[in-house]
């Protein structure tokens, strides 16, 4: 009976810590830029460390960084991001910007892998009462039909809606190609190849 108990709740430990992860809308032009660079009057603020949970995860499994930037351009003309202004490491080798559909398909949750949760649709809770010490009555109730497939449809819609923000955040801050006019500041999110934080500077040509 011990041993039942015990597998019960280790079952619910893991149940409950490999639950669909929620995601928290990410605002480029209100966060608090600590690191910058600066070029030719151009002036780039930049923040790693945007996600979390499940999202992070995928972060670091991935060796793919989501960073927020802001740029404002102080320079006598107008310039266009990805063309006239690009993003270079602090050792000046090139940085790949990743296309905004390949960020998403590699860092966001997948539904279907909460389909595991109907495994435990067999699961019973077994309740025997006694009396003197003599077992008298033994009976079961299929909790696993409820549990299973609720798990299942619940993680898989959160981890769904959770997608969705995701991917309209990767939209509303796409700012590849965008026009930065003399004098304007853009906010936006990128998402790059990088197994580590590096320093990130901003480049303008000539």
Do not use: H
């Amino acid at each position: 009976m011990k041993l039942l108990k015990s597998i019960f709740l280790l079952t619910i430990v893991v149940v409950f810590s490999n639950c669909a992860s929620g995601y928290k809308t990410i605002n480029p032009k209100s966060l608090n830029y600590r690191s910058n660079s600066l070029d030719k009057g151009v002036l780039l603020e930049y923040k790693y460390e945007l996600l979390d949970k499940k999202y992070r995860k995928k972060e670091i499994a991935k060796g793919v960084k989501l960073v927020a930037i802001k740029i404002t351009n102080n320079s006598d003309k107008d310039l266009v991001f990805g063309k006239d202004v690009k993003l270079v490491y602090d050792d000046g080798s090139g940085l790949y910007i990743m296309e905004n559909e390949r960020v998403f398909s590699s860092l966001k949750q997948s539904p279907t892998s909460y389909l595991w949760y109907l495994l435990l649709s067999p699961l019973q809770l077994i309740k025997t009462e006694s009396t003197g010490g003599f077992q008298t009555k033994t009976s079961s109730t299929p909790i696993g039909l409820v549990v299973g497939p609720g798990l299942a449809g619940g993680n898989m819609i959160a981890a769904g809606s959770a997608n969705k923000k995701f991917k309209q955040d990767l939209l509303n801050y796409n700012i590849s190609g965008k026009t930065i006019k003399k004098g304007e500041t853009i906010s936006g999110l990128i998402g790059i190849r990088s197994d580590d934080y590096n320093s990130i500077k901003i480049k303008v040509n000539e």
